[in-house]
């Protein structure tokens, strides 16, 4: 298994600029979960789709902040217009919700800077 | 709500020696725990975890046992090599809900 996918690794942009981070998440895993590491705040929670729905929301920082799972396999995090404060690591991970066995994969982050 | 209780760091020990990193734990149902750990550069992994009460969650020469009477959930590990080096974060999943409760990580750094 390829594990969780997250496209750019790497992403440095100018403030203003509309950055879309894109996730692939593990076949047959039901459930995904978008997260942003920092320094100062830690590992926070953005959102969480079950079966391609967005259950929680609720972490999002603000209305620059969106969050799409057109499909079982693909979802995106868009921020617009972004801004320095938004430079961060942000993880995507994955995980089958309702088998016991709800243990989170993450996948490797996209670190994004914003000048 | 819950909530998820460890030691801050850094912790800084040579090579060989015992570790034990602190977590304990609230919640409002029966949760499973875990910990993960994050390399640097790298997304977390999962290291290990417990389901019940009294199991022993095991990889790699790391341990934890739930302990409900205690809500703790403590990392040991006999003899620490440089390559264990590395960010770790106590977690629990509580119940029905899918989200994870994550403590703010332990830095640990493992000098030869």
């Known amino acids: 298994d390829a594990g969780v996918i997250q496209s750019p690794r790497h992403e440095v942009t100018e403030m203003g600029q509309e950055v879309t981070l894109r996730c692939k998440p593990i076949?047959?895993?039901?459930?995904l979960f978008w997260y942003r590491q920092t320094m100062m705040r830690g590992l926070e929670l953005l959102i969480y789709f079950n079966n391609n729905v967005p259950i929680d929301d609720s972490g999002m920082p603000e209305d620059r902040f969106s969050a799409k799972m057109p499909n079982a396999s693909f979802s995106t995090l868009k921020i617009q217009p972004s801004e320095p404060r938004d430079s961060a690591v942000y993880f995507c991970?994955?995980?089958?919700f309702g088998t016991g066995r709800d243990e989170q994969y993450f996948g490797p982050g996209t670190r994004l800077t914003v000048t | 709500g819950d909530s998820v209780t460890q030691m801050e760091g850094p912790v800084t020990l040579s090579e060989e020696a015992f570790l034990t990193i602190n977590c304990t734990y609230t919640a409002t149902g029966y949760p499973s725990l875990f910990w993960y750990v994050q390399y640097p550069g790298e997304g977390l992994q999962l290291l290990l975890k417990a389901t019940k009460a009294d199991d022993k969650g095991s990889n790699k020469g790391f341990e934890a046992t739930y302990r409900k009477e205690t809500t703790s959930f403590h990392l040991e590990k006999g003899s620490v090599q440089v390559s264990d080096s590395a960010v770790y974060f106590c977690?629990?999943?509580?119940?029905?809900?899918?989200?994870?409760?994550f403590g703010i990580g332990t830095k640990l750094q493992v000098i030869p």
């Open positions: 977690a629990l999943i509580d119940g029905g809900y899918q989200k994870v409760t």
């Open positions: 076949s047959g895993h039901n459930s």
């Open positions: 991970a994955s995980s089958y």
